[in-house]
């Protein structure tokens, strides 16, 4: 672990590789699990004033699921609010699966068009990246969550250099801020000069 500006970092996010390989895991990520994506107070209620715009993308067991659950779902194990999940399937209640089987966001398929400003909810821009707190917020800590369903993309991640932190940039720098993202470059082993590993 590493401290990088408040926030406790895990060193897998420097050693492990990781660039998503879709056509290979067809997006099992917003299928298998026990519980939707975990999701912000403030996601919450923007999903809840965008889903008018959101749902004509929304397949029927999808709205289906959204009217028995609401745009969010507590889940007890969890211990967090997440994105409701279809009884079918039990895949997110925003998937969509498209010609080649692959499963695909509307939410962020929204945003692509042009049609809403949020782009999809950070812990799912995050993956594999998984942020955890304490109760009171004191602290946060950056994990890898390492999947067997995403084998593919940590060899895609080692055949191109890509380490976790590296893959989720976009998602960081949206979370956290440039700044914050230029310490995590700092932080990298492969680029120290120094055995310095905390940055305030």
């Known amino acids: 672990m590493v401290i990088v500006n408040g926030k406790i970092v895990s060193s897998r996010l420097f050693s492990e590789t990781f660039s998503c390989a879709i056509e290979h895991c067809k997006g099992a990520c917003c299928i298998e699990g026990d519980s939707g994506a975990p999701l912000e107070p403030e996601e919450r209620d923007t999903l809840e004033n965008l889903?008018?715009?959101?749902?004509?993308?929304i397949p029927t067991e999808g709205q289906n699921a959204i009217r028995e659950q609401g745009v969010s779902q507590w889940y007890e194990e969890a211990e967090e609010y997440g994105t409701p999940l279809r009884r079918e399937d039990q895949a997110?209640?925003?998937?969509r699966i498209d010609d080649k089987?692959?499963?695909?966001?509307?939410i962020e398929e929204a945003w692509q068009a042009g049609d809403i400003p949020f782009r999809k909810p950070i812990s799912c821009h995050l993956y594999p990246i998984r942020i955890e707190s304490n109760e009171e917020k004191s602290f946060?800590?950056?994990?890898y969550e390492e999947w067997d369903i995403c084998s593919a993309a940590c060899s895609a991640g080692e055949q191109r250099g890509v380490r976790v932190y590296e893959f989720a940039k976009d998602a960081l720098i949206r979370k956290y801020g440039l700044e914050f993202y230029s310490a995590l470059e700092a932080a990298d082993p492969r680029t120290q000069k120094t055995n310095t590993t905390v940055f305030e």
Do not use: D, S, Y
């Open 51 to 57: 889903l008018p715009i959101i749902w004509p993308r």
């Open 92 to 95: 997110c209640a925003f998937v």
């Open 101 to 106: 089987g692959i499963a695909q966001c509307t």
């Open 140 to 143: 946060e800590a950056l994990n």
